[in-house]
């Protein structure tokens, strides 16, 4: 699945023309590497997302393409969170 639509699917980010901004400004890591808005996600990868003055770190558990709001957290886990100095 594209790194977009699984932030957007995760709903980690609300809109997926969002998610690929993000991606496309570097803020998003894959593995160790900065992610396009297209590289594709799959179940184990972890993923650093800069969100205004904090990085966050998640493993992906499960890749769905649509889920409801409730099973929406069921899809990642928040490996920790740090604030930028």
Known sequence: MRLDKFLKVSR???RRTLA???ADQGRI???GSVAKAS???VVGDQL???FGQKFVT????QVKEAVRKEEAQDLYKVLKEEEVQ
């Open 20 to 22: 690929k901004e993000v």
């Open 48 to 50: 650093v997302i800069r």
């Open 29 to 31: 890591q894959v593995n």
């Open 39 to 41: 590289t594709d996600v």
């Open 12 to 14: 980690l980010i609300k």
């Open 58 to 61: 998640i493993e992906v558990l």
